[in-house]
């Protein structure tokens, strides 16, 4: 959060901060670890995307008025004239396309999303990022599970703010 927050000064930008951490752990969280307690390897991403950015979110930015969201998904949308309906793309850079994450979106969320990063590759994101000095121009991993992996999150769940279940 305070990554964005910084990042979000620095481009002289408004900035809100929603919470929908119980939604996060009722709708992302624990059927990802349901998943896995049934022998299952889940996407956590695919859950987040269309529950909470372009569930939650993205009705919270049509209500702030905002007529496009923006988004740093590696993938592309594009509108096709001849048939009328917005188009999700794969991203240039095809070894970090993240249009499968997208897969479930309408075509109102098409229409209204932009993904910048989608005609360049994750080193030219990384470069951009760190020469405008973002806080967060180096950072990778799933958004929830942090430097110790998803073992970590696993074995030590009790100091994890988001999982109430003891599978230690």
């Known amino acids: 959060m305070e990554d964005a927050r910084r990042v979000a000064r620095q481009l002289d930008m408004p900035y809100y901060v929603f919470n929908f951490s119980r939604?996060?752990?009722?709708?992302?969280i624990d059927p990802w670890i349901q998943a896995y307690e049934n022998g299952q390897t889940p996407n956590p991403c695919i859950l987040c995307n269309r529950k909470l950015k372009f569930g939650k979110l993205f009705q919270k930015a049509r209500e702030l008025g905002c007529e496009v969201m923006a988004t740093g998904h590696i993938a592309r949308v594009a509108y096709e004239k001849n048939t009328?309906?917005?188009?999700?793309?794969?991203?240039?850079?095809q070894t970090k396309d993240q249009s499968y994450f997208l897969y479930t979106m309408t075509q109102e969320q098409l229409q209204h999303t932009a993904f910048p990063l989608g005609h360049l590759?994750?080193?030219?994101v990384r470069q951009i990022a760190a020469q405008h000095g973002f806080a967060n121009?180096?950072?990778q991993d799933i958004c929830f599970i942090g430097k110790e992996g998803c073992a970590g999150f696993f074995i030590v769940p009790c100091q994890n703010a988001l999982s109430q279940r003891t599978l230690c």
Do not use: E, I, N, Y
């Open 121 to 124: 590759t994750k080193a030219q």
């Open 23 to 28: 939604c996060f752990q009722d709708q992302v």
């Open 84 to 93: 009328g309906r917005w188009l999700l793309k794969k991203a240039m850079d």
């Open 137 to 139: 121009a180096h950072k």
